[in-house]
């Protein structure tokens, strides 16, 4: 690696982005906030694309193909953002050149893509991540902790939806299959990956979709069942707007904690509602994730100990079993 010391003794590591669309932006701008992320290089099929980029985030370098970026023997980290459909491609790359990559949600189209950028990850011994940047923001760490202290009881039931409106448009990363178009894994992978990192792996799914002409899942509504009654209610879609709320359910007492009221977790305890405020810090909340890369590079992991490959591993297989109920099929991906 050829990571930096900045002026506290801290290694300075080198990202690279790769796909210059609207989620690098966002993730670029928080990336700025970490004084031991350096932003290098940015990537871009189309070389003015990717100077225009690098020059609005402050980036130094700017490669005109994925490929000449992954040659730069000064990049430590790639940040993946491109269309679902080319997780995959575009993590086996950067891995073959030795990069550490933190690759956007979801981790790739269905588990045997998983399984073959895990496996390049262990082969050549360089550290691979999903960007599930949810799991990393404090408001969220702290629900969990929440939860797992039990005051409440049991987690019996969850609600947890994500929902906006898109516009038909055929050619649009939501809606096109060749990019991966559908709402379960542009957003429903969201309450899929909260009642996952809650309750575990379900024992059975129930899922109904409605599709849209394009055969993308356009609404989409999924009921995990757990051993003991436990169960987990989700929705995502692009038909309508949503509070996207997620409510965990407890034998004494619920907890809600909201995608637009950001930062701000209801507890109800009988019939007392308290509201606690917790501080994401600037940005938006890409930063966190972010820096535990960082962290685990400086520990000389090839995983996190966070968000583990297993975990990602059971997050795409039940994708995989969430779309077989649903008759979801991306012809180029599936056998
Ligand atoms: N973590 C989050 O909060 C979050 C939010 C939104 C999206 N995402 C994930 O991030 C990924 C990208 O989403 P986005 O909304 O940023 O998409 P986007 O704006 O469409 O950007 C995707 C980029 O991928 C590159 N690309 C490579 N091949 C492409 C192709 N054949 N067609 C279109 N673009 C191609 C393009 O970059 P160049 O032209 O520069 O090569 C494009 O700008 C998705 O997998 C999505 O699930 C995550």
Partial sequence: MQSLLNYKGMKKYNWGILGCGKIAGKFSSD?????NANLYATASRDQLKAQSFAQEFGFEKAYGSYEAMLKDEKVDIVYIATPHTFHAKHALLSLANYKAVLCEKPF???KKEVLSMIAKAQENNVFLMEAFWTRFIPSFQKVLEMINTKDL?????????FMFHAPFNPESRLYNMNLGGGSLLDIGIYPVFVALITLGKPENIVAKAMFSSTGSDEHLEIKLEYPAGKVAYLKSGFMCNSFNDTIFHFERGAIRISRELNETIYVKTNKNIEKLKVDDGLGNGYQFEASHVMDCLDKHLIESPILTHTFSLQLIETLDAIRKEIGLVYSNHDE
Avoid at 31 to 35: I, N, P
Avoid at 154 to 161: G, N, R
């Fill in 31 to 35: 990336l700025v906030l970490l004084e």
């Fill in 153 to 161: 009881g049991t987690v019996k039931m969850i609600q947890s939806d």
């Fill in 108 to 110: 790739a189209m269905n």
